[in-house]
């Protein structure tokens, strides 16, 4: 099976060669892969090499010219590195553009701390009116790039993994998607997190939610979800601990309720090893969720 990042470049040069308002903005990462549509589209395809801040601001100048602009490179370099001209060249300007990552919490653990980014989901969302759609599996990349690039002049944050699950879901850039019924609490898995959520919870009599879209964050079904459970909910993310959980207690604002959130911890990890080294040392294998959403649990029944 292909990655969502390998996906990306065949993806994009068929929306180029499908939409004329389509352009795609890099800064050297993944230009290899734009040849092709490069020379079909001269105008639309700009590399301009590492220069990240650039790359915000070139797209902000394709967005003024009535252009759709995609943006992409590591999430380090997309998000963290030229963070005030995503504040201020999008969001000041209310301009729209999709801003699309690769290699964002230990993705590539080669490259060190500076290529790793768990804190970019948390710190778009100190922005106004930013989507972030945190796809799975490479079918549903495609289907939410699609989406992204669809949504008018809205702005919009795709993080792209090499983790996946096995399976790929039906996912509409909107609303969660319940995977397992249960009664013994919630639990939300985002993105690549949801086979070792599943092995984790099985068993359990827990509610499964499954969530590619997590900003605007979908209220709606996990109201449903705690009405029919107890209202315990778990957040398993693949980026900084904790992220969502204050979305989800204004959720559930007016009912008794705890959330516990799971994710990357803050601690730097320095030596870099494997990606499942990481995933392990930060306790999201599905040994290690089984071990911390049955006592959270267990301690809400005691209480």
């Not at 993310?237 to 559930?252: C, K, R, V």
């Not at 294998?285 to 049955?294: F, K, N, Q, Y």
Request: glycine share 10%; hydrophobic share 50%; proline share 5%.
């Amino acid at each position: 099976m292909d990655t969502m990042r390998e996906r990306f470049a065949p993806v994009m040069t068929r929306l180029l060669d499908e939409d004329p308002r389509v352009a795609v903005v890099l800064a050297e990462i993944g230009a290899a892969d734009f040849g092709e549509a490069l020379r079909r589209h001269p105008d639309r395809v700009v590399n301009v090499g590492i220069r990240e801040q650039l790359l915000i601001g070139a797209g902000a100048g394709l967005a003024l010219a009535g252009l759709r602009p995609v943006m992409h490179t590591f999430a380090s370099f997309l998000v963290e590195r030229p963070f005030e001209q995503v504040k201020l060249d999008f969001g000041h300007q209310g301009l729209g553009g999709v801003l699309v990552s690769a290699a964002a919490s230990f993705d590539w653990p080669a490259g060190g701390f500076t290529h790793m980014a768990p804190g970019d989901v948390a710190l778009l969302d100190t922005l106004d009116g930013w989507t972030v759609h945190v796809p799975g599996h490479p079918d549903e990349a495609e289907a939410l790039l699609r989406h992204a690039v669809a949504a008018g002049d809205d702005k919009v944050y795709v993080r792209l993994s090499v983790q996946s699950h096995a399976q790929a879901r039906p996912v509409d850039g909107r609303r969660f998607l319940t995977v397992r019924e249960g009664r013994a609490g919630v639990v939300v898995a985002v993105g690549p997190t949801l086979d070792a959520v599943l092995e984790a919870t099985e068993g359990l009599d827990v509610a499964v939610l499954y969530a590619t879209t997590v900003r605007p964050f979908d209220a709606a079904s996990l109201r449903w979800a705690a009405d029919v459970a107890r209202p315990d909910v778990v957040l398993v993310e693949p980026y900084l601990a904790g992220t969502s959980t204050a979305a989800a207690n204004d959720a559930l604002a007016d009912l008794p309720h705890r959330v516990l959130g799971l994710g990357v911890g803050r601690r730097e990890l320095r030596r870099y090893g494997t990606i499942e080294e990481h995933v392990a040392a930060h306790g999201l294998d599905a040994r290690s969720l089984r071990d911390r959403i049955g006592a959270f649990l267990a301690a809400g029944t005691v209480a």
